[in-house]
């Protein structure tokens, strides 16, 4: 439940995805979450970090081999959400 917890608080799973093509740092990062307050992305980094998941370095802040791990796990969502999305757009018939 603690992994939930950490992941359904805002813009965890936004930091997460931007991580998964590599480092970045803070101002990439909160360009790339375009309406990300600075103190709420402080916040979650600073979290995240705690619980091993990102790690900051040289290049900016990147996933630790668990946080790799667990994108591998979320990644499937990312196709699964957008045809889920698109039940609710009008693009497919709904069932």
Do not use: H
Request: hydrophobic residues 40%; aromatic residues 10%.
């Amino acid at each position: 439940m603690a992994l939930f917890d950490l992941l359904g608080r805002s813009w965890a799973l936004g930091v997460i995805w931007q991580l998964s093509n590599g480092p970045m740092t803070f101002r990439q990062l909160q360009e790339s979450c375009e309406s990300v307050s600075p103190t709420v992305l402080n916040n979650r980094l600073k979290e995240l970090r705690e619980t091993g998941v990102v790690a900051r370095g040289d290049g900016g802040y990147a996933l630790t081999p668990t946080g790799r791990e667990l994108f591998i796990l979320l990644e499937p969502f990312g196709a699964w959400s957008v045809r889920w999305a698109e039940r609710f757009s009008g693009d497919e018939p709904s069932a």
